[in-house]
């Protein structure tokens, strides 16, 4: 069993940054690679980003890619979403997740492949 804990999140103004933690604890951290989603009422989870277990490899959703990096500290059990240049259609829920393997060269945009799920940070971003 894991838990997650995000935090981070606020309300901003469009073009702000802000940096997304995801604190883990209970099972091995590093063992596993990590995915952020968001989520927007009435819309289903949507990918944001997604990082292995060593954090050699990254892949973002076009949406955000160039402006959001994913990061990780397995020292600190701890996962980042650095968020830059925020438009208004950032706005939603953000998720942490845990996926089942150590890394992932496909799928990893599928939210049936993450087992731990953290209770999400909201991030509003103003025009």
């Known amino acids: 069993q894991v838990q997650l804990v995000e935090s981070g999140g606020g309300l901003v103004q469009a073009g702000d940054s802000l940096r997304l933690s995801c604190a883990a604890s209970g099972r091995t951290f590093s063992a596993y690679a990590m995915g952020w989603f968001r989520q927007t009422p009435g819309k289903e989870r949507e990918f944001v980003a997604h990082i292995s277990w060593r954090g050699g490899r990254t892949y973002y959703a076009d949406s955000v890619n160039g402006r959001f990096t994913i990061s990780r500290d397995n020292a600190k059990n701890t996962v980042y979403l650095q968020m830059n240049s925020l438009k208004p259609e950032d706005t939603a829920v953000y998720y942490c997740?845990?996926?089942?393997?150590?890394?992932?060269?496909?799928?990893?945009?599928?939210?049936?492949?993450?087992?731990?799920w953290g209770h999400g940070t909201q991030v509003t971003v103003s025009s």
């Open positions: 997740a845990v996926d089942r393997v150590l890394y992932r060269a496909s799928d990893y945009s599928v939210a049936g492949n993450y087992i731990y």
